[in-house]
Each structure stands twice: as structure tokens, then as C-alpha cells.
């Protein structure tokens, strides 16, 4: 029988190598599926803050929008505080 570079030689030494072999794969496999689910953890709670200032944008344009019709009836000055107003107020939820 060939000694496959193993130096115990015969089929329990080659049962012994496989075994190690499995056992640094099965632990290689472990950690590439950890780093996985942290780099998706990542990815999920960024999505989750684009979502969040996307909303806080566009409620804030949405309220600025508002306070310059709204404060349009009294002039310019009434136009720009309503849209000032309506910015910070949007901006708050």
C-alpha cells in the first residue's frame, strides 16, 4: 500500500488525515457563513437608514411644499416662513 505522504502510513493513518482535513473545511465553511450573515446584517441596517433619511427627505420637502402654498396668501415673507417652517416640521417626522 502507498503512504500518500503520510507518515503513520497504512489506513488509519489515512482515516486520521481525512479526518483532520474535514474537520479544517467543516471550521473554514463555519466562518465564511459568520462573516456572511454579518456582512448581510450590515447591509440590511444600511438599507434601513437610506429608508429612514429618504422618508425624513421627503417629508421635509413635502412639508416645505405646503408651508410656501400655505403661506403664499400673505406675500413672499409669508411663502418663505411657511417653507421654512413647513422644512423643520416635515423634518421632525
Do not use: D
Request: hydrophobic share 45%; no cysteine; proline share 1%.
Amino acid at each position: 500500500m502507498r503512504n500518500y505522504g503520510i507518515a503513520t502510513g497504512g489506513l488509519a493513518g489515512v482515516a486520521s488525515q481525512v479526518e483532520r482535513e474535514v474537520g479544517g473545511t467543516l471550521s473554514a465553511a463555519a466562518k465564511t457563513e459568520k462573516e456572511r450573515e454579518l456582512a448581510n446584517a450590515r447591509i440590511r441596517q444600511q438599507n434601513k437608514a437610506e429608508a429612514t433619511q429618504l422618508g425624513s427627505t421627503v417629508g421635509a420637502a413635502a412639508g416645505m411644499y405646503a408651508g410656501a402654498k400655505m403661506g403664499a396668501g400673505f406675500g413672499p415673507w409669508g411663502a418663505l416662513f411657511g417653507a421654512v417652517a413647513g422644512g423643520v416640521i416635515g423634518g421632525l417626522f
